[in-house]
T-cell receptor, first 116, second 111 residues
Framework: NAGVMQNPRHLVRRRGQEARLRCSPV?????VYWYRQLPEEGLKFMVY????????ESGMPKERFSAEFPKEGPSILRIQQVVRGDSAAYFC??????????????FGPGTRLTVL | QQQVKQSPQSLIVQKGGISIINCAYE??????FPWYQQFPGKGPALLIA?????SEKKEGRFTISFNKSAKQFSLHIMDSQPGDSATYFC??????????FGTGTRLQVTL
């Protein structure tokens, strides 16, 4: 009865490197959301995906950030050429269904990215 | 543009007291208002939620009060306990499903 799993839990990167964050949703959930939490701030929506489709990426920075949720395997949030301002906690959430009726989003434990 | 404003930023309450956290929203398209509880190093967990067709919802020691005309809602924690010490986030969403969060309230319940 596993919930949302995220790995790694902690990730340290040097400026200019790439960061790959993985999220496995609750079994049976096909809707995945990524949120970013800066220190002492609330969570900010980044992107909403269904299997093989990006539904809403209105919160994603225009450059260096990308996300995917393939037919098989976890959802991936990729940050290229990281900068210090990317240091944050990145949370993944999943839900059973999507827009139209609200379904609870279950959050993972987060990946804490530190950029040196 | 911040669409959900939350206050206070931090709150200290004695054990047994009432903790009150307030939120206000701007977007009238929002139709679902959850509250999340987050412990250090953990992800947010849904605590209680309300739709705007009711003015109050109670679950155990937790109550949401909702004022649709004022576009405000609040969380009341009755008989606050040290185990309630955490950060609380209000949120709002509409048919788009993505959550818009408040900035959080760090609650400390003292003995």
């Amino acid at each position: 009865n596993a919930g949302v799993m995220q790995n790694p839990r902690h990730l340290v990167r040097r400026r200019g490197q790439e960061a790959r964050l993985r999220c496995s949703p609750v079994k049976g959930h096909s809707h995945v959301y990524w949120y970013r939490q800066l220190p002492e701030e609330g969570l900010k929506f980044m992107v909403y995906l269904q299997k093989e489709n990006i539904i809403d990426e209105s919160g994603m920075p225009k450059e260096r950030f990308s996300a995917e949720f393939p037919k098989e395997g976890p959802s991936i949030l990729r940050i290229q050429q990281v900068v210090r301002g990317d240091s944050a906690a990145y949370f993944c959430a999943s839900s059973l269904t999507g827009p139209g009726t609200y379904n609870e989003q279950f959050f993972g434990p987060g990946t804490r990215l530190t950029v040196l | 543009q911040q669409q959900v404003k939350q206050s206070p930023q931090s709150l200290i309450v004695q054990k047994g007291g009432i903790s009150i956290i307030n939120c206000a929203y701007e977007n009238t398209a929002f139709d679902y208002f959850p509250w999340y509880q987050q412990f250090p190093g953990k992800g947010p967990a849904l605590l209680i939620a309300i739709r705007p067709d009711v003015s109050e919802k109670k679950e155990g020691r937790f109550t949401i009060s909702f004022n649709k005309s004022a576009k405000q809602f609040s969380l009341h924690i009755m008989d606050s306990q040290p185990g309630d010490s955490a950060t609380y986030f209000c949120a709002a969403t509409g048919t788009a499903s993505k959550l818009t969060f408040g900035t959080g309230t760090r609650l400390q319940v003292t003995l």
